[in-house]
Each structure stands twice: as structure tokens, then as C-alpha cells.
């Protein structure tokens, strides 16, 4: 490509940036040190998806995007997931990603979502990376992005068509702070607390009993509960020697070995949210006890205290 040409094309993609950020408006996504050797801060980018699953960003249409050479062909949804949306009338989600999680909010309501901070993603990445989850050649480069996630704020949101007979729901307030829980008194509903130890072959005891010891004594469905093998050595040289979950009124909080990792945020208020957005989603007739199944046991799990750990051998 001659100088000119490319000139042209940096030209082209410098206005096309131009214009997607002037076509999203609003206030950039807070970021809390602002004083940092790198920040960046977007508004919300509003991504369109038609009946197709064809998205339209910021106003451009995928016909005046791949004039610039960006093709969005390879982003479009399936088809029949866009129409399961609009019958269910979710009208759009909207992601946000800020220094301490990305927060999750389907028709301007807030969900359940992810919360971290700088050392969760680090003990994350070492975690994939010592699991072989990752390639090593992307190890470096994630390693590379954790300092830059957390001075980093970006906002997406797809919305989805409407049903002619459906009023059109407004994107959330984005002049509005987004509320995240705090700690509550709650009343504790149960506490559960178990260790499960399992062996070189993947069987777990509780207690001394194994799954195999509780077959034999005619609970035959538990002969085959465990892990494989494989599983276990690959723990092993990972160096994973214990994996913890908690459950509190506020998350679910996750540890491999003593090192957090990234949290699910929730509270009652969230939970009561997510049971009422699986009865939206799953209306058909087919999952009435489904629906009925859920809004009983989610909104309790926030009233549910205790933690699971899991141990392997060293």
C-alpha cells in the first residue's frame, strides 16, 4: 500500500472513530484514579441488532462500516436467539466495565455480575496460565492487560427490536452512579460447611467416607461421583492443592489455594432480579415449574452462609 493510500485509510478510520464517539453522547465511564500513567475512559457505544442479528454501531450501518474495512458480518447474533429476545421482551443489555468488575444490566436493571480488583485478576491469570487454560504465547499478553483493565472504563449496549404491542424501555440513566451492594444484616436462612478431599484417583470422602465406601453401602449412585484421574494430575502440576467457594449475603466468592479470584456480586434485591429475568426469558408453558423452581431458590441463596472447599493431593 503506497504512503498515500495509507494515509487515506488513517484518515478514514480517525473519522470513523470520530464519528462513533460523537454518535454516543454522554459522560465517559468513571474511572477512579484519573491521575494513573494510562486511563481511558469511553462514553457508551450503542450497538443496534436487527431481526438478522446484523449489528449497526453508533449509526453506522455494517454497509458504511465495511467501506472502511470493517466487517461486522463476523459479530452478527444467530438469528433465532435475537427473535427468542424480542418475544421475551428484552429490549436491550448493557455492559460496563469499570476499575472493580463489570457490572451487568438487562432493560436498565441491574443483575447479578462480576467484581474484582487489581489482585483477583493477577491471581486469575496465573491461574489459567499454570492450568494451561491459556496459550503460552497469549500468557504474556494477558499479564500485560490486567494493569490496563483496571484504568480502563467502557460502556456496551445492544439493544434488540421491539414488539409493535411492547412500550420501548429507556437505556439507564448514565448521569445516574451506579449503586453497588453493601453490607447487610440478613437473616441467615442456613450455614453450610463442608471439606471434600478427594484422593489420586479422583474419589472425594467427606468426613473419612468416601463415594465408594457410601456405594457400598447401597447408595450405588455415588460410585461413579468424583473426578477423573487426569483431572487431578493436572491440578497437581499446577500446583493446586485447594479450591474454595463462600457464600455470603452480598457474593459468591471464589479462592484457588489462598489466593482470591474475581467475586459474583449479589444481594436479595439482585437475586429477586434474576429470578423474575429467567421467568421473562423462559415464558413458555413448558417451564411453569421451572419459573416456580427458581423464584423460590435464588432470592434464598443470599440468606444462604457457609463455604465448600475442595482438596487435592500435593
Not at 473519522?15 to 477512579?32: E, H, R, T
Not at 492487560?145 to 429507556?170: C, K, N, S
Not at 456405594?215 to 449412585?221: E, I, K, N, Y
Not at 489455594?257 to 436479595?268: A, I, K, S
Request: proline fraction near 7%.
Amino acid at each position: 500500500m503506497s504512503l498515500t493510500k495509507r494515509l487515506l485509510f488513517l484518515v478514514l478510520i480517525l473519522m470513523l472513530f470520530s464519528s462513533i464517539l460523537g454518535a454516543c453522547g454522554g459522560q465517559p465511564v468513571p474511572v477512579k484514579d484519573e491521575n494513573a500513567d494510562f486511563v481511558l475512559a469511553l462514553p457508551r457505544l450503542v450497538v443496534d441488532i436487527d431481526e438478522n442479528g446484523m449489528p449497526t454501531v453508533a449509526g453506522l450501518s455494517p454497509e458504511l462500516l465495511a467501506l472502511v474495512g470493517v466487517d461486522v458480518s463476523q459479530f452478527a447474533m444467530d438469528p433465532a436467539v435475537v427473535n427468542w429476545f424480542t418475544q421475551a421482551n428484552v429490549q436491550h443489555i448493557e455492559l460496563v466495565q469499570k476499575d472493580d468488575g463489570i457490572y451487568v444490566f438487562v432493560n436498565g436493571v441491574l443483575m447479578p455480575h462480576l467484581g474484582w480488583d487489581s489482585q483477583n485478576l493477577e491471581n486469575m491469570t496465573a491461574t489459567l496460565a499454570k492450568l494451561g487454560v491459556v496459550k503460552p504465547q497469549f500468557k504474556a499478553i494477558l499479564q500485560f492487560l490486567v494493569p490496563f483493565i483496571q484504568h480502563t472504563g467502557l460502556d456496551v449496549a445492544m439493544r434488540f427490536p421491539i414488539q409493535p404491542t411492547e412500550e420501548e424501555i429507556p437505556l439507564r440513566d448514565i448521569n445516574e452512579p451506579i449503586v453497588t451492594p453493601t453490607a447487610e444484616a440478613t437473616n441467615t436462612m442456613a450455614y453450610v460447611k463442608a471439606r471434600v478431599v478427594f484422593d489420586e484417583n479422583g474419589v472425594p470422602s467427606i468426613l473419612g467416607l468416601s463415594t465408594r465406601d457410601l456405594a457400598d453401602a447401597g447408595l450405588s449412585g455415588l460410585r461413579n461421583v468424583g473426578m477423573a484421574p487426569q483431572t487431578i494430575q493436572k491440578l497437581q502440576e499446577a500446583g493446586i492443592y485447594k479450591i474454595t467457594i463462600q457464600s455470603t449475603p452480598n457474593g459468591l466468592i471464589f479462592w484457588i489455594n489462598d489466593e482470591q479470584l474475581p467475586y459474583l456480586v449479589w444481594n436479595d434485591e439482585y437475586l429477586n432480579r434474576a429470578a423474575d429475568l429467567y421467568a421473562q426469558l423462559y415464558f413458555m408453558p413448558q417451564y411453569e415449574l421451572q419459573r416456580e423452581l427458581v423464584k423460590t431458590i435464588l432470592p434464598a441463596i443470599a440468606r444462604v452462609e457457609g463455604e465448600v472447599t475442595f482438596e487435592f493431593p500435593q
